[in-house]
């Protein structure tokens, strides 16, 4: 497997479906690059998509959006939608201008090498949910 090796050892999000963003990070060997101070906060549920719109269409909790997409717009869907994190994946870096609005917003951001799927993968095996569809679809 590429990327640093994975522990699946987060008993309590096993048992109950949430993670700080320090164990998020941790698990993806991810850095936090911005709001370090926010290690501690607790996130419940996760999204993966590089398209804002559908982001913005289907996500409906405060949790981590894991793209590979690398522009403002990102940092302005997750401060639109209330979301306590950000991390980029594939080894994408957040703009001086995306830090900054981060910062000013209190998102967490942070990087991994790991690709988006095996992210996601990651998260979900060790606990960590998705949002959850409307009923009927």
């Known amino acids: 497997m590429h990327g640093p090796e994975i522990r ?3 008993r309590r999000c096993l048992s109950g479906g949430i993670m700080t963003v320090a164990e998020i990070a941790q698990l993806l060997g991810a850095e936090v690059v911005c709001h370090k101070d926010l290690e501690q906060k607790e996130i419940a549920t996760a999204c993966g998509s590089d398209m804002m719109s559908d982001v913005m269409a ?3 909790d ?3 959006l894991l793209t590979g997409l690398v522009n403002v717009q990102v940092v302005r869907t997750a401060s ?3 979301l ?3 991390c980029f994946v594939r080894g994408k870096k957040p703009t001086p201008e995306m830090m900054e609005l981060a910062d000013e917003n209190k998102i967490v951001l942070m ?3 790991l690709p988006m799927f095996a992210s996601c993968g990651v ?3 060790a606990g960590l949910k ?3 569809a409307p009923d009927g679809i």
Request: aromatic share 12%; charged share 25%; hydrophobic share 35%.
């Open 80 to 82: 639109l939608l209330d």
């Open 8 to 10: 699946m050892n987060c």
């Open 123 to 125: 998260l979900y095996k």
């Open 111 to 113: 990087e991994t090498k």
């Open 58 to 60: 289907f996500y409906h």
């Open 130 to 132: 998705g949002n959850q």
């Open 84 to 86: 306590d994190a950000v």
């Open 62 to 64: 405060r949790g981590i």
